[in-house]
């Protein structure tokens, strides 16, 4: 079997050089005066090369601005992807795989964006963040959270984990992590414990803007878009619960790459920004060809990698 399947990755690594490959595509403007819009009459493509890191890590910015990217990327390659396609999104990464699976337009998939970063902040009562552990057991992680009173939030690789929670307890975590043997422990740039509890009012929220914005789900028959919590397909509007819950739940990133091995693909291509979900598709799947599009200098190298047969 042949077909590609596209990783949208989550919020992080936005940064200056982020939009470079697309920024001055034609096809992709639409997506970027879409976005800029979103950014209140900012263009986004100024704001990663002006803005500093505060305002490029904010919530609300940092989700658009990935989401940007994912739609830009795909408005520019579509054409030149192996079908099917295997779509996952990576924490909001899964909101653009939503954009890039056609089930929304730029418009909508931008303000759903906002509207999630919204709904986070809002529940996020003092200060919070994830913590990325690397070289513990699920064994060690989740007693590492049960005493610190933190939450595992996204699930790497057998020993790859982000956990979630307040200032406090993640340095409690990050301390506890390094007692057991880590290999090392990394705070993020995000401002809120994603996919844990602590973020369950959020969920309410952005549920009723899901439903509001996106009365329908329809999917092309090539297209098969996953869900982050568990990996499997989205096959109806219950996907769109399925969406809200992953704010305050755990995201199996390892369930979606073991889908897209299962799928049969024969490429791997990361939208960006970074390359943290090509680099864990590599580790989990090394037979898999996989890239990011941050790993080319040039759209006419990437488009001439996705053409070849390896």
């Given at each position: 079997m042949s077909g590609t399947a596209i990783l949208c990755s989550g919020q992080g690594l936005q940064g200056r050089g982020m939009f470079d490959l697309v920024a001055r595509e034609p096809k992709a403007e639409p997506v970027f005066k879409a976005a800029g819009i979103a950014l209140e009459g900012h263009d986004p493509r100024d704001l990663v090369k002006t803005g500093s890191d505060g305002d490029l890590h904010g919530n609300k910015v940092a989700q658009i601005l990935c989401?940007?990217?994912?739609?830009?990327?795909?408005?520019?390659?579509?054409?030149?992807?192996?079908?099917?396609l295997v779509v996952a999104g990576y924490?909001?990464?899964?909101?653009?795989?939503?954009?890039?699976?056609?089930?929304?337009?730029?418009?909508?998939?931008?303000?759903?964006?906002?509207?999630?970063?919204?709904?986070?902040?809002?529940?996020?009562?003092?200060p919070a963040g994830l913590l990325s552990i690397r070289g513990l057991?699920?064994?060690?992680?989740?007693?590492?959270?049960?005493?610190?009173?933190?939450?595992?939030?996204?699930?790497?690789?057998?020993?790859?984990?982000?956990?979630?929670?307040?200032?406090?307890?993640?340095?409690?975590?990050?301390?506890?992590?390094?007692?057991?043997?880590?290999?090392?422990?990394?705070?993020?740039?995000?401002?809120v414990p994603s996919h844990t509890p602590l973020l369950q009012a959020a969920t309410g929220a952005f549920r009723k803007?899901?439903?509001?914005?996106?009365?329908?789900?329809?999917?092309?028959?090539?297209?098969?878009?996953?869900?982050?919590?568990?990996?499997n397909a989205v096959f109806s509007d219950a996907g769109l619960d399925k969406l809200a819950e992953q704010i305050a739940r755990t995201v199996n990133w390892v369930a979606c790459m073991d889908s897209c091995q299962e799928s049969g693909v024969t490429k791997a291509i990361e939208f960006g920004p970074g390359a943290a979900l090509a680099h864990f598709m590599r580790e989990h799947v090394p037979d898999l060809a996989t890239h990011s599009v941050s790993e080319f200098h040039s759209l006419d190298g990437l488009k001439q990698w996705l053409s070849s047969e390896r």
């Open positions: 989401c940007t990217q994912a739609l830009a990327v795909w408005s520019v390659l579509d054409e030149v992807l192996a079908r099917p924490s909001v990464g899964e909101v653009a795989a939503w954009g890039v699976a056609g089930v929304v337009d730029a418009a909508t998939l931008f303000a759903l964006a906002a509207a999630r970063a919204d709904a986070m902040d809002a529940a996020t009562k003092q057991s699920r064994h060690d992680v989740d007693a590492i959270c049960e005493a610190t009173h933190t939450h595992i939030a996204i699930i790497d690789g057998p020993e790859t984990f982000l956990i979630g929670g307040t200032d406090g307890s993640l340095k409690a975590a990050a301390k506890d992590a390094d007692a057991h043997g880590a290999q090392h422990t990394t705070r993020l740039a995000v401002t803007v899901l439903h509001e914005r996106v009365p329908h789900v329809k999917i092309a028959g090539d297209i098969r878009l996953l869900i982050g919590i568990d990996g």
